[in-house]
Structures are given as C-alpha cells and as structure tokens.
C-alpha cells in the first residue's frame, strides 16, 4: 500500500503564500491535491501525471502551480495570492489513473494538512 505524507501547511494572511509537499513511499502515475469542502466531501484541485502534465480546476485560476520531483517521489503545490476561501485541509492522493485529472476517483490518501487563510 502507497503511503503519502503531506506537509507544509499553515496560517497566513490573504494574499500570501504557502508551499505544499507530498512524498509518496513509492512513484504513482497520478497524483494530485484536493481539499475539504465546506459543504462536505474533497473538492479537487490539481493533478500532476509522470511527465509532469498539470490539470487544475478552475477555482484555482493561476493561483496555484503543482510540480513534480519524481526523483523524489514528491508533488508540490505553490499557493499564491491565497484567500480566506481557500482555508482548508489539503490533502494528497494518488493512483494508477489514465487520464490523470482532478476529477478522477483516487483510493490512496494521505493525512492532510491544514491551511488557514486570515482576512
């Protein structure tokens, strides 16, 4: 079973930064963040596939950039610009997906990591 561990959250004031990461135990074809959402479940928010492919759901609209280490086994996700909408748990996920995109099911979760975003 792949493991994920994300890290890097935090709190900030609107309009600030934060750099996530995900380190995968193992290389995954897909991976991806999603957060939660307010009305329940995990919204996505980008996917990255092995050739470093990114897709993004439209909220994110140039804020957000995901890369990919693969010698690392590692996805970032560089949060610009955030707002307080953007206050959430960010979580990692990964699968053997083709196409890769954020509205894939993924069966492999990390533990998430929280950001907090202050007007």
């Known amino acids: 079973q792949v493991q994920l561990v994300e890290s890097g959250g935090g709190s900030v004031q609107a309009g600030g930064s934060l750099r996530l990461s995900c380190v995968a135990s193992?290389?995954?074809?897909?991976m991806a963040w999603f957060r939660q959402s307010p009305h329940g479940g995990r919204e996505g928010v980008a996917t990255?596939?092995?050739?470093?492919?990114?897709t993004y759901v439209g909220f994110v609209a140039g804020r957000f950039t995901v890369s990919r280490d693969n010698d690392k086994n590692t996805i970032y996700l560089q949060m610009n610009n955030l707002k307080p909408g953007d206050t959430s748990t960010y979580y990692c996920?990964?699968?053997?997906?083709?196409?890769?995109?954020?509205?894939?099911?993924?069966?492999?979760w990390g533990q998430g990591t929280r950001v907090n975003v202050s007007s």
């Open positions: 996920a990964a699968g053997a997906l083709i196409p890769c995109n954020p509205w894939r099911s993924f069966d492999t």
């Open positions: 193992e290389s995954i074809l897909c």
């Open positions: 990255i596939d092995k050739l470093g492919n990114p």
